[in-house]
Nanobody, 126 residues
Framework: QVYLVEFGGGSVLTGGSLRLSCKAS????????IAWFRQAPGKEREGVAV????????TYADSVRGRFAMSQDNAPNTVYLQMNGLTSADSGMYYC???????????????????WGQGTQVTVSS
């Protein structure tokens, strides 16, 4: 069992920045990948960024590449999402998620993730 809690959401103006955190507890040593997702009202949950524990590789959705950066700390077991140059399109509920096994398709499909945090709200206004 893995427990995830997100922090750092809030309201910012267009062009602003936020840093989200996800604190992991429980059995945190068996993760295949750790990802950030977001979901806007009336839209599907979409992958934002992912970290693959096996090779340390990080990748990003096209919509955030160059503006967002994912990083991690080993102790406490925390992952971060630095978000810069925010626009209204970035608004939504942000979640961190853990996949225990090899992803059977594209990393950004929510169905492949076994554990989820409760989410933290990000609102970008002009």
């Amino acid at each position: 069992q893995v427990y995830l809690v997100e922090f750092g959401g809030g309201s910012v103006l267009t062009g602003g920045s936020l840093r989200l955190s996800c604190k992991a507890s429980g059995n945190t040593f068996v993760s295949y990948s750790i990802a950030w997702f977001r979901q806007a009202p009336g839209k599907e949950r979409e992958g934002v960024a992912v970290f693959f524990t096996g090779d340390g590789r990080t990748t990003y959705a096209d919509s955030v590449r160059g503006r967002f950066a994912m990083s991690q700390d080993n102790a406490p077991n925390t992952v971060y999402l630095q978000m810069n140059g925010l626009t209204s399109a970035d608004s939504g509920m942000y979640y961190c998620a853990v996949a225990l096994g090899r992803v059977g398709g594209p990393w950004y499909r929510p169905v492949y993730y076994n554990y989820w945090g409760q989410g933290t709200q990000v609102t970008v206004s002009s």
